[in-house]
């Protein structure tokens, strides 16, 4: 059987979000795993897009509940995926997307052994701090954080099935690389 369970990680400002919206924007089918947030709603979100919007408490009682097929608490917020959302797409047998973390890739992995993993690098750090700084939706010590967090996950690149450098001015050619790798799995 095809695989049609693809989690697309990176570094925070790797491109990730940007990357899914131009697949879509460029017509290729897909099912997409909405991850569920605490973090606050930033100007241009709204509920379902980027992420379902939770607060802390519900989110904890979900843990509990064994709501997750993962999760993790990520710069002070918690982010998981939930099974009703995941087991939903899967259900469609159609292409499935699921972006997350690193931490979250890993465990959905574990789970899901045939998920490809599509890991989102960016040239250089310097180039990710300028991308995080540009966002202007970060702190200096998140952004410090953040950049801190993405020299660990740069440095085990050998985990991941496929890797895709997301250059500065070539998003088109992340694109068509990942759209390769979709297409082919």
């Given at each position: 059987?095809?695989n049609n369970l ?33 973090r606050p709603m ?33 710069y002070g917020n ?108």
């Amino acid at each position: 059987m095809k695989n049609n369970l693809f989690i697309i990680s990176g570094p925070s400002a790797s491109g990730k979000d940007t990357i899914i919206k131009e697949l879509k924007k460029q017509g290729v089918k897909f099912q997409r795993v909405i991850t569920t947030s605490t973090r606050p709603m930033r100007q241009g979100e709204k509920q379902g897009s980027p992420y379902w919007f939770i607060s802390k408490e519900d989110f904890e009682d979900l843990i509990k509940e064994d709501k997750f097929v993962e999760w993790a608490l990520v710069y002070g917020n918690y982010y998981g995926t939930q099974k009703k959302d995941l087991d939903r797409c899967l259900k469609t047998g159609q292409l499935v997307i699921l972006k997350v973390d690193p931490q979250g890739a890993r465990s959905i992995k574990h789970k899901f052994p045939s998920a490809k993993i599509i890991f989102i690098i960016p040239p250089d750090l310097e180039t990710l701090e300028k991308r995080l700084k540009l966002r202007g939706k970060d702190s200096p010590e998140s952004i410090k954080r953040r950049l801190e967090k993405a020299k660990e996950e740069l440095e085990n690149l050998n985990q991941w099935d496929y890797l895709v450098l997301n250059e500065q001015g070539k998003l088109d050619k992340a694109v068509e690389e990942v759209k390769r790798i979709l297409k082919g799995a």
